[in-house]
């Protein structure tokens, strides 16, 4: 099996090799940010949102990349190129760099770039074909007058618990609700619901990420004529879903048969999930909608 190699500020370093200071406030305090993004037969998909998204974390939590959004692109997929990948999973992480122990970020002097390429299995595919089990976790997702909720920093405390609440039960995932308890996210993905033939998502505003393929998954469902829109959602409106379905850079599309539970719609994937998978996948191989790995 050929050799790693996970880029650190600029080298590309063997995985066996790789590491950061244990000063660096990133691994000491969680302050950094990153983002996960996709490429799908040698294109990185919505490179460019990515990277936006990114240095708009970095700018909430006066963060410097040291690095421009060209430069930060190209190294992206020069780590592709570099592990010779054209189907692959991009952590991208910008940490604080390396302080002291105290929390000044005033000490750390300069802030490190991270890129590791490789693969991802979040659940075994026949798992993800038949729909996944999921519990409503005890966890509330943070509320959004803390920690801005659009920040996709590295601390993922939070939805932590909420997976090992869902371990705990045996569990493939967690749905997080708001400190008022109306439906978020899961640990680490959009939810939609499906009722007569139409299409909901909580509304950012309650703390759920404004994610990439959230905004796709819109898109595909207004071509192909499905009306979805951003509505509060109850438990009682979750549980009496037709369907329900995760999205997200790692989940792609994950149909919900079961919620504390109690069965969704028939049991089965539904009609309208189906539809939204198969079209995400043509929307995902569509040369344009991504960056080349030349």
Known sequence: MAEQYVYIDGNFVPRS??????????????????EGIRAYNGYVFKLKEHIDRLYASARTIMLNIPMTKE??????????????LKDAYVRLIVTRGEGDLGLDPRKCKKPSVIIIAGSITLLPKEVCERGIRTIISWVRRDPVDGTSHEVKSLNYLNSILAKLDANAYNADE????????????????????????????PPTYTG??????????MEIAEKNGLKTREKLITVHELFNADEIFFTGTGAEIIPVVEVNGRTIGDGKPGKITRLIREEFQKYTAEPSNGVPIL
Do not use: M, W
């Open 17 to 34: 090799k790789a590491s950061i200071s244990v000063f660096d406030h990133g691994f000491l305090y969680g302050d950094g940010v990153f």
């Open 174 to 201: 967690a749905i997080l609700l708001t400190p008022n308890g109306y439906v978020c996210e899961g640990t680490a993905e959009n939810i939609f619901l499906v009722k007569n033939g139409e299409i909901f998502t």
């Open 71 to 84: 430069e930060l692109s190209r190294a992206v997929v020069e780590t592709l190129k570099k592990n010779s």
């Open 208 to 217: 759920a990420l404004p994610g990439i393929t959230r905004q796709v998954i």
